[in-house]
């Protein structure tokens, strides 16, 4: 397969094109030039895009990673010349793919090419997976590694041996032990382990089905055993409840006595002759009320009484004066008119004594007034008449004790009312019966206690009985069981047997793989030492690889050879270069190699010798190198090599 032109809508590239020679191309451009996704969309035209590659940290799916720049579809178009034919390969977008639309004609004809699809395509072409196309003649920036691959293990396994059949050892060896790990792996997964397993289970089934069926008969037997036990804790608990109401039949009569006799004790409710229907307080203060009244009549009169003294003996000292002064009036008026007669001188004596007299009469007569005014005024004071009474307080005081004693009794019938009604709430009554009753050995505390742990133990039995009886329902009869353990046991028997033939097939296997390794690949090896040595001007002539692509090189005069890890950069780059080629050459000896700035590390001397090597390798196939150096275009050019500058 040759590549003639590629036109690419895809990534940076919008609608670009790229025509590489038949041989040896070398295309050249600064970094972010397209370089690598001109690489990406040979390979996405070969073997389509996948879409189940999702966005990582650090990684971009390449579809979202190639999504044209310009907003246009991504598509492309690549012709090639094909088993001697010009065919065009034409992808577009579907629904669900960036590239799944795939069509593939003759180009001068635009017929269908047959039998070439869109998931096979690559592999067509090339004559190869993409697995072993990328691993051998597609070289991407930093990837000329080539690192464990089974797919590419067993194609140049396959060659280095039959040229024919695609076999793998390490596939054959995973495939014998992933059959025997189906068997058993590590003593803990595995089909003979899950045997071991269930007829242990089995086995544990039989010894529960015993030990459930045994616990079952002892349920049994412990539930005729409480039952009975149940019985007669109620038969001794009725009896304590037959006396007990017997007992509250006695308190309620009593208490029912109690009552008639309290109703009786209340004195009959009829209004007192002095207070009525007062209460004791109302009545206490209505006699004490009355006490003040009467106290204050009786001081009242005392003080009137007091007055009328002070007044009669106020008028009894007036009258006794004016009865003096009279007299005095007489006497003087006497004695005057005694000398008036003795001395004959009427009106010296009359003068003398009249005026005397006078003012006796006048003393006399104010007297008699006021006497008069005074028993007047005692004519006026009277007494004030005194409440009855005198022993309100008295009766006030019995009044009030009579109501206590009768709010007493009330209060006592009601609380013997209270009793009765409670004991009736307990359900006494005024009757009994006359059977003989004697209460049982046990008190009731301990036989109710004893009842409930009876009934407690008969849950827990009951319990167990029903779920005994649901275990061995769903266990179902032990000669099932039986059966299963015996179909099970001969199934062991047949793994275990299975398990030493591969365990047999693998050890014989190790051992041809043991022959094969001391002959695994001589032509890869052979071809990538001479590749290696013209690559580093003949410095390192041996070349070593192991099965897993693992690569050491030794030098002239080197007694141990040197690991891929050891060299420098540059010369592990030559190394894995010089490999690439061997690979192709084994593998896809048909198909375009693609080399992306694989020269980077290389030293101009060591540059040279490569694109010589590689422009000898181009009679064979077409080479692409991209590299972003002028050396290797200035190189080509003065060697007559095509280059394209992007």
Same mark, same amino acid.
Request: hydrophobic share 40%; with cysteine.
């Given at each position: 397969?040759?590549?003639?032109?590629?036109?690419?809508?895809?990534?940076?590239?919008?609608?670009? *094109?790229?025509?590489?020679?038949?041989?040896?191309?070398?295309?050249?451009?600064?970094?972010?030039?397209?370089?690598?996704?001109w690489a990406d969309f040979l390979k996405a035209m070969l073997y389509g895009i996948n879409t189940r590659e999702q966005d990582k940290i650090g990684f971009i799916a390449d579809k979202n990673r190639y999504q044209p720049w310009s907003g246009a579809p991504m598509a492309g178009e690549m012709q090639i010349e094909w088993q001697?034919?010009?065919?065009?390969?034409?992808?577009?977008?579907?629904?669900? +793919?960036?590239?799944?639309?795939?069509?593939?004609?003759?180009?001068?004809?635009?017929?269908?090419?047959?039998?070439?699809?869109?998931?096979?395509?690559?592999?067509?072409?090339?004559?190869?997976?993409?697995?072993?196309?990328?691993?051998?003649?597609?070289?991407?920036?930093?990837?000329?590694?080539?690192?464990?691959?089974?797919?590419?293990?067993?194609?140049?396994?396959?060659?280095?041996?039959?040229?024919?059949?695609?076999?793998?050892?390490?596939?054959?060896?995973?495939?014998?032990?992933?059959?025997?790990?189906?068997?058993?792996? +590590?003593?803990?997964?595995? @089909?003979?382990?899950?045997?071991?397993?269930?007829?242990?289970?089995?086995?544990?089934?039989?010894?529960?089905?015993?030990?459930?069926?045994?616990?079952?008969?002892?349920?049994?037997?412990?539930?005729?055993?409480?039952?009975?036990?149940?019985?007669?804790?109620?038969?001794?608990?009725?009896?304590?409840?037959?006396?007990?109401?017997?007992? @509250?039949?006695?308190?309620?009569?009593?208490?029912?006595?109690?009552?008639?006799?309290?109703?009786?004790?209340?004195?009959?409710?009829?209004?007192?002759?002095?207070?009525?229907?007062? *209460?004791?307080?109302?009545?206490?203060?209505?006699?004490?009320?009355?006490?003040?009244?009467?106290? /204050?009549?009786?001081?009242?009169?005392?003080?009137?009484?007091?007055?009328?003294?002070?007044?009669?003996?106020? /008028?009894?000292?007036?009258?006794?004066? /004016?009865?003096?002064?009279g007299i005095l009036a007489v006497v003087m008026l006497l004695i005057g008119l005694g000398f008036a007669l003795w001395s004959g001188k009427w009106a010296a004596s009359l003068a003398r004594t009249g005026g005397i007299a006078t003012a006796a009469l006048i003393v006399s007569a104010i007297t008699l007034k006021r006497d008069?005014?005074?028993?007047?005024?005692?004519?006026?004071?009277?007494?004030?008449?005194?409440?009855?009474?005198?022993?309100?307080?008295?009766?006030?005081?019995?009044?009030?004790?009579?109501?206590?004693?009768?709010?007493?009794?009330?209060?006592?019938?009601?609380?013997?009312r209270r009793r009765v009604d409670d004991l009736a709430a307990q359900g006494g009554q005024l009757a009994d019966t006359l059977e003989m009753l004697y209460p049982p050995a046990q008190s009731k505390a301990a036989a109710a206690a004893q009842l409930s742990a009876v009934e407690r133990e008969l849950a827990r039995v009951r319990?167990?009985?029903?779920?005994?009886?649901?275990?061995?329902?769903?266990?179902?009869?032990?000669?099932?069981?039986?059966?299963?353990?015996?179909?099970?046991?001969?199934?062991?028997?047949?793994?275990?047997?299975?398990?030493?033939?591969? *365990?047999?097939?693998?050890?014989?296997?190790?051992?041809? +793989?043991?022959?094969?390794?001391?002959?695994?690949?001589?032509?890869?090896?052979?071809?990538?030492?001479?590749?290696?040595?013209?690559?580093?001007?003949?410095?390192?002539?041996?070349?070593?690889?192991?099965?897993?692509?693992?690569?050491?090189?030794?030098?002239?005069?080197?007694?141990?050879?040197?690991?891929?890890?050891?060299?420098?950069?540059?010369?592990?780059?030559?190394?894995?270069?010089?490999?690439?080629?061997?690979?192709?050459?084994?593998?896809?000896?048909?198909?375009?190699?693609?080399?992306?700035?694989?020269?980077?590390?290389?030293?101009?001397?060591?540059?040279?010798?490569?694109?010589?090597? @590689?422009?000898?390798?181009?009679?064979?196939?077409?080479?692409?190198?991209?590299?972003?150096?002028?050396?290797?275009?200035?190189?080509?050019?003065?060697?007559?090599?095509?280059?394209?500058?992007?």
């Amino acid at each position: 397969m040759k590549i003639k032109k590629m036109t690419a809508t895809f990534g940076a590239l919008n609608n670009a *094109t790229l025509e590489p020679a038949p041989g040896l191309t070398v295309i050249t451009a600064p970094n972010e030039s397209g370089k690598s996704t001109w690489a990406d969309f040979l390979k996405a035209m070969l073997y389509g895009i996948n879409t189940r590659e999702q966005d990582k940290i650090g990684f971009i799916a390449d579809k979202n990673r190639y999504q044209p720049w310009s907003g246009a579809p991504m598509a492309g178009e690549m012709q090639i010349e094909w088993q001697g034919q010009d065919v065009t390969i034409r992808r577009a977008p579907t629904r669900t +793919n960036p590239l799944g639309a795939f069509k593939a004609v003759y180009t001068a004809t635009g017929d269908p090419v047959p039998g070439l699809a869109a998931a096979s395509a690559g592999e067509q072409l090339t004559g190869a997976g993409k697995e072993v196309y990328l691993r051998s003649a597609f070289v991407g920036q930093g990837g000329a590694a080539i690192g464990e691959s089974r797919e590419l293990e067993t194609r140049v396994a396959a060659l280095a041996t039959s040229g024919q059949e695609d076999v793998s050892y390490s596939a054959v060896e995973r495939t014998l032990k992933d059959w025997r790990n189906r068997r058993r792996a +590590n003593r803990a997964a595995g @089909l003979i382990p899950q045997l071991e397993e269930e007829i242990s289970g089995l086995d544990a089934t039989l010894r529960d089905m015993e030990q459930t069926r045994r616990r079952r008969a002892e349920a049994e037997q412990a539930l005729v055993r409480l039952q009975e036990q149940q019985r007669e804790l109620q038969a001794g608990l009725e009896i304590w409840g037959r006396l007990e109401r017997r007992e @509250l039949n006695r308190r309620y009569a009593e208490a029912y006595m109690e009552w008639e006799k309290a109703e009786e004790a209340i004195p009959e409710d009829k209004p007192h002759p002095v207070f009525g229907a007062m *209460t004791g307080e109302e009545a206490w203060a209505f006699a004490q009320e009355r006490q003040k009244e009467r106290e /204050a009549a009786l001081e009242e009169n005392r003080r009137r009484e007091a007055q009328r003294h002070n007044l009669e003996q106020t /008028a009894r000292g007036q009258r006794q004066t /004016a009865w003096f002064c009279g007299i005095l009036a007489v006497v003087m008026l006497l004695i005057g008119l005694g000398f008036a007669l003795w001395s004959g001188k009427w009106a010296a004596s009359l003068a003398r004594t009249g005026g005397i007299a006078t003012a006796a009469l006048i003393v006399s007569a104010i007297t008699l007034k006021r006497d008069t005014i005074s028993r007047q005024k005692l004519a006026g004071i009277h007494s004030v008449p005194v409440p009855e009474g005198e022993d309100l307080l008295t009766q006030a005081a019995q009044y009030r004790e009579a109501l206590a004693k009768a709010e007493q009794a009330k209060a006592a019938a009601a609380a013997a009312r209270r009793r009765v009604d409670d004991l009736a709430a307990q359900g006494g009554q005024l009757a009994d019966t006359l059977e003989m009753l004697y209460p049982p050995a046990q008190s009731k505390a301990a036989a109710a206690a004893q009842l409930s742990a009876v009934e407690r133990e008969l849950a827990r039995v009951r319990d167990e009985l029903a779920r005994t009886g649901g275990i061995l329902a769903h266990m179902g009869g032990p000669e099932d069981v039986e059966d299963r353990r015996s179909q099970l046991s001969a199934q062991l028997t047949q793994r275990l047997e299975e398990y030493d033939a591969l *365990t047999v097939a693998l050890e014989a296997l190790s051992a041809a +793989n043991d022959a094969l390794r001391q002959r695994f690949s001589p032509a890869l090896n052979q071809r990538a030492g001479e590749l290696f040595s013209a690559l580093t001007g003949g410095r390192w002539p041996r070349l070593t690889l192991a099965r897993d692509f693992s690569a050491q090189a030794a030098g002239e005069g080197d007694t141990l050879p040197h690991s891929s890890l050891a060299l420098s950069t540059g010369t592990a780059e030559q190394l894995y270069l010089a490999v690439r080629l061997a690979l192709c050459a084994l593998t896809v000896p048909d198909a375009p190699l693609v080399l992306d700035d694989a020269l980077a590390a290389f030293d101009d001397e060591r540059m040279a010798l490569a694109l010589e090597l @590689l422009k000898e390798q181009s009679a064979e196939r077409q080479i692409l190198l991209f590299s972003c150096h002028s050396r290797e275009a200035e190189w080509a050019r003065a060697h007559n090599v095509s280059v394209i500058t992007l």
